[in-house]
């Protein structure tokens, strides 16, 4: 199973950012996808998941703010960031859990989003 992110990059705060990631591979049984993110000297935390069915768990920390999606059809996963502080500023990595007989992470290779004061 392989995991393309992209659109990360430089923003200022207040601005937008959509990531994406798309899943390749032996992806039968994908289920659950979703976003986390590692700022420097921090652990990695969760920002928001979604199930195959579409139900969504986000971080309180950007509950309002973000807002994530995806198009089973391209397996893909979208987080769509708005209002973006300086505290966003981290590597965020694509999760996929695959279920066959139990269940396996899968990690992209991360982006990095700055968010400028």
């Known amino acids: 199973v392989q995991l393309q992110a992209c659109g990360g990059g430089l923003v200022q705060s207040g601005g937008s950012l959509r990531l994406s990631c798309a899943a390749s591979?032996?992806?039968?049984?994908?289920?659950?996808m979703g976003w986390y993110r590692q700022a420097p000297g921090k652990q990695r935390e969760l920002v928001a998941v979604?199930?195959?069915?579409?139900?969504?768990n986000y971080a309180d920390s950007v509950k309002g703010r973000f807002t994530i999606s995806r198009d089973n059809a391209k397996n893909t996963v979208y987080l769509q960031m708005n209002s973006l502080k300086p505290e966003d500023t981290a590597v965020y990595y694509c999760?996929?859990?695959?279920?066959?007989?139990?269940?396996?992470?899968?990690w992209g290779q991360g982006t990095l989003v700055t968010v400028s004061s």
């Open positions: 999760n996929a859990k695959i279920v066959r007989s139990g269940v396996r992470d899968y």
């Open positions: 591979g032996s992806i039968f049984g994908l289920n659950t």
């Open positions: 979604i199930s195959s069915g579409g139900s969504t």
